[in-house]
């Protein structure tokens, strides 16, 4: 199974950019799609952006224009840019990785948008 570390997560005044990384333990090319998924207090994980082995990308419509998921395969880390925060992404982000039939998830990084 796909271990992933996500990190870059904090605290951002509303209108602020934050850029999430996601380490996987594998290499990217053998990774079917990696994806940023976010749980805000009190409500259910939701899909946020997607980007798949040939690097084509989707995004949730709340995110859409101002959130970029990116990779860079040599270091085997995706990335997920995040600009023109609202205090409605608050919420934990989770990094995942679907190989196979095995999906992974990271533990988690949390960010906090202010108003």
């Known amino acids: 199974q796909v271990q992933l570390e996500e990190s870059g997560g904090g605290l951002v005044q509303a209108g602020g950019s934050l850029r999430l990384s996601c380490r996987t333990s594998?290499?990217?090319?053998?990774?079917?799609?990696m994806g940023w998924y976010r749980q805000a207090p009190g409500k259910r994980r939701e899909w946020v952006a997607v980007?798949?082995?040939?690097?084509?990308?989707n995004y949730a419509g709340s995110v859409k224009g101002r959130f970029t998921i990116s990779r860079h395969n040599a270091e085997n880390t995706v990335y997920l840019q995040m600009n023109s925060l609202k205090p409605e992404d608050t919420a934990v982000y989770y990094c995942?990785?679907?190989?196979?039939?095995?999906?992974?998830w990271g533990k988690g990084t949390l960010v906090t948008v202010s108003s």
């Open positions: 995942n990785a679907v190989s196979g039939i095995a999906t992974s």
């Open positions: 594998a290499p990217i090319f053998s990774i079917n799609a």
């Open positions: 980007i798949q082995r040939d690097a084509s990308t």
